[in-house]
């Protein structure tokens, strides 16, 4: 079934009663040409790309849980290009193009709103990285603007512009970036990958690998063991537990970062706003609901809640550059699993085990990255190369030292 307007006035005036599931519940067959561990964004985008760009259709997605139950489900949906590192640059630009025409790729709303992000400066030290940044944007060909005192206050007036300790010097503006629903994103991606012949497998937990020779055979699951010529690993958070089944040992560490949502309220941010002083980030969902988060928690964890200390912390941010935030009430908070690499940048490649590939290492940058992950994964499964776009994301430079490091912290996971 093909979704359109024409097709939500039938439905209505028949009782919507042909409305069909948007992706079957098949019974895992005994081998594939490819199975994908991982039913997020990353590993159905991966599917999805597989099946159209590459004519592999034989392939299962197996997830431990429910679809839309991990970190895509789990995140501030926000969608953005302003990296300044050379191969974070092209990636995410890339990814950010196929954020623009999504929806009609997926014929699924994926509700992408170009509403924008606003990064603020506090200082002129930052005014002037800020400048250098833009200008590296604007090289690469996409968009960006620097605002000054009096900008940033026309374009966001309820910002706390009179704060003396954190001073609101001008902003970087991507117009071009906003935010996107992120189980929508999951359910487009499931449904596309589904009617390209992808079985999508729920409720279904690897154990272990089957591995003869150094080449990968298949997977060990809690529904029986599953053949396959080609595994690829997509399990964000869980990204060392599942790679240690294989006997590989990765620099990735897993951590929580919490996000946030208040009741709902009329519209009044009209962007995505970046806290220049502390890790704060907030927007304003379709229900109303100002969406926010911060830092991680500062340890290694599993969980997939937070400390209260953090949400003390990233309250005391978000009252600083918006003090009329003090009269909204928390609604709920909810935590992901962070698979934070030791350079701050992602992980696509193979593994020195035949057949079998790696995606991970996404640090903050998971929700957004997802169109062009799926589409370089799905290309390296397919053909053995990234694309160019991917190229940095190589799981040797870690011993070769071609480190991409965006933020400068180092090789101190928890920074990034």
């Known amino acids: 079934m093909r979704y359109s307007a024409l097709e939500v006035i039938k439905q209505g005036l028949t009782g919507n009663k042909g409305w069909q599931p948007i992706w079957r519940v098949p019974e895992p067959q005994k081998s594939y040409d490819v199975i994908i561990i991982g039913g997020g964004g990353h590993g159905l985008a991966t599917a999805y790309y597989l099946a159209k760009n590459h004519g592999v259709r034989n392939i299962a997605v197996l997830e431990k849980g429910y679809i839309g139950g991990g970190n895509v489900g789990r995140n501030t949906t926000i969608v953005r290009a302003d990296y300044g590192q050379k191969g974070n640059s092209a990636f995410y630009s890339h990814s950010l193009k196929l954020w623009r025409g999504l929806s009609q790729e997926l014929n699924y709303n994926v509700m992408f709103s170009p509403r924008g992000l606003l990064e603020l400066c506090h200082s002129d030290g930052q005014m002037e990285a800020y400048n250098r940044r833009a200008n590296m944007i604007l090289a690469r060909g996409d968009q960006a603007e620097m605002l000054d005192r009096a900008g940033v206050a026309k374009y966001a007036p309820y910002l706390g512009m009179e704060n003396e300790r954190f ?129 991680l928690d500062g340890y290694n964890s599993y969980a997939q809640r937070g400390s209260l200390g953090r949400v003390e912390d990233v309250a005391e941010a978000g009252m600083s550059m918006i003090p009329a935030l003090g009269k909204a009430r928390m609604l709920r908070s909810w935590g992901g699993i962070m698979d934070m690499s030791m350079d701050g940048a992602p992980i696509i490649d193979k593994t020195h085990i035949n057949g079998l590939y790696f995606n991970g290492g996404w640090c903050y940058g998971g929700f957004k990255a997802i169109p062009a992950s799926g589409s370089a994964y799905a290309q390296l499964v397919a053909t053995g190369a990234v694309p160019a776009y991917a190229s940095a994301y190589r799981l040797n430079r870690f011993e070769t030292g071609h480190l991409i490091n965006e933020e400068g912290t180092g090789a101190v996971p928890g920074l990034h």
């Open 167 to 295: 001073p609101i010097r001008g902003g970087l503006l991507q117009r071009s970036a906003g935010t996107a629903r992120h189980d929508a994103v999951a359910w487009g991606y499931a449904r596309g990958a589904d009617k390209l012949g992808v079985d999508i497998i729920q409720n279904c937990e690897v154990t272990g690998f089957d591995i003869e020779g150094g080449t990968v055979r298949g997977v060990q699951t809690s529904r029986g063991v599953i053949k396959a010529a080609k595994v690829a690993i997509c399990v964000a958070g869980r990204s060392s537990q599942v790679a240690a089944m294989a006997g590989m040992r990765l620099p990735i560490e897993s951590h929580v970062l919490q996000a946030f949502v208040t009741e709902g309220l009329k519209p009044f941010i009209n962007t995505v706003i970046n806290f220049g002083v502390g890790h704060f980030y907030i927007s304003q969902s379709d229900k109303g609901g100002l969406v926010f988060g911060g830092d």
